[in-house]
């Protein structure tokens, strides 16, 4: 079983900036669509970046500008770096390995204002 384990996570205030790491071990890393998703309490786990083998992403319109996903497959990590942080990105912040079916156990960002 492949378990991401996220890191980077921790307190910023408004207009800050924070990378996140999620480190998968596994040869299907590099096969893989890597997701980071998010959730604040009482809302729903959204999609908030995600990045294909290929290297084609997405990001979700409320992040667009400001947060960037990336993957080091040497490494079998993926990255999400968080510019210009709101108080409203203030979730816990999931690693997705897509290959693998599997979640990571989450690491907590808050911004405050």
């Known amino acids: 079983q492949v378990q991401p384990a996220e890191s980077g996570g921790g307190m910023v205030e408004a207009g800050g900036s924070l990378r996140l790491s999620c480190a998968a071990s596994?040869?299907?890393?590099?096969?893989?669509?890597m997701g980071w998703f998010r959730q604040a309490p009482g809302k729903q786990r959204e999609l908030v970046a995600s990045?294909?083998?290929?290297?084609?992403?997405y990001y979700a319109d409320s992040v667009k500008g400001r947060f960037t996903i990336s993957r080091d497959n040497a490494k079998s990590t993926v990255y999400l770096q968080m510019n210009s942080l709101k108080p409203e990105d203030t979730a816990v912040y999931y690693c997705?390995?897509?290959?693998?079916?599997?979640w990571g156990q989450g690491t907590q960002v808050t911004v405050s204002s």
């Open positions: 990045i294909t083998s290929g290297g084609t992403t």
């Open positions: 997705r390995h897509y290959a693998a079916n599997s």
């Open positions: 596994g040869r299907i890393f590099s096969i893989s669509t």
